[in-house]
């Protein structure tokens, strides 16, 4: 089974998904400077929860793109439920590929998706033309907390690094930190059990599929990672570029 169908199953029960919440969410917006009527674009939008309540809370309006039919699916169900397809449009695509008008978005995002273009430097780069003259970028990101994560963890995360390290690349490509709101190890538990706890129902509910190891080892594996390692020395934060 392939990574984003494996995702499908883990954030069945989840609207965030990210380790953080929606109140630090509104808060970064609010950060930010949202105001009614302001443009949005997010990359990699996941179930659109981040536009969703950007819009219910401050009016916004705007465009999330996602790569996954099912959370694109999830997304547009959630704009019709919410009354919101007339303000956040959802595009189903590569988000690397998606071609906007330059310098027409107030805001561009990027919440746990700079994978997209490879890392946080390339996700500076490419999400900037999108913003107008003073607008922000929204970027939410893992770092190290410490320098001297384990070798054997860091070989497999190659585009992770230290927040000192994330400053210099904010200021290299001509823009400064406005904020940061840090997630904590709440934030972490909520959103890597929301995660198994999506396996564990599907693992119960299909007790003779075919895939099911995949589902086992897919849980198992992130355990592992999570209690060993992520958990000590992986961070996560918003932060907001202006
Ligand atoms: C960690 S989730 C974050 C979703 C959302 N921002 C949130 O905070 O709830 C990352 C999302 O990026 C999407 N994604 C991965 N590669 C992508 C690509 N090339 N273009 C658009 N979306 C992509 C995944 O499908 C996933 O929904």
């Known amino acids: 089974m392939d990574f984003l169908a494996l995702k499908n199953?883990?954030?069945q029960g989840m609207e965030l998904v990210n380790p953080t919440s929606p109140e630090k969410v509104l808060r970064v917006g609010e950060m930010a400077g949202l105001e009614?009527?302001?443009q949005v674009i997010e990359f990699g939008t996941g179930y659109g929860e981040v536009l969703a309540l950007w819009a219910q809370r401050f009016g916004i309006?705007?465009?999330g793109i996602d790569i996954r039919p099912h959370a694109c699916q999830r997304a547009e169900q959630k704009m019709s439920r919410l009354d919101l397809v007339e303000r956040i449009e959802i595009v189903c695509g590569d988000a690397a590929a998606y071609s906007f008008e330059p310098g027409t978005y107030d805001v561009a995002a990027c919440i746990g998706a700079s994978f997209i273009w490879g890392d946080f430097h390339q996700t500076v780069r490419h999400m900037r033309p999108a913003i107008r003259p003073g607008g922000r970028l929204v970027i939410g990101e893992p770092y190290w907390?410490?320098?001297l994560a384990?070798?054997?963890y860091t070989r497999g995360q190659t585009a992770v690094y230290t927040e000192y390290e994330l400053l210099q690349i904010v200021r290299q490509e001509?823009?400064?930190v406005a904020s940061v709101i840090r997630s904590s190890h709440d934030d972490w538990d909520r959103y890597e059990s929301g995660n198994w706890r999506g396996l564990l129902a599907w693992l119960e509910a299909n007790p003779d599929h075919s895939e099911r190891q995949d589902v086992l080892d897919h849980l198992h594996d992130s355990q592992d990672e999570y209690f060993r390692y992520a958990r000590e020395y992986l961070g996560w934060a918003l932060y907001?570029?202006?």
Do not use: K, N
């Open 174 to 176: 001509g823009f400064h």
């Open 240 to 242: 907001v570029l202006q």
């Open 61 to 63: 309006s705007g465009v």
């Open 150 to 152: 384990p070798p054997d």
């Open 9 to 11: 199953i883990s954030e």
């Open 145 to 147: 907390r410490q320098a």
């Open 36 to 38: 009614a009527g302001w």
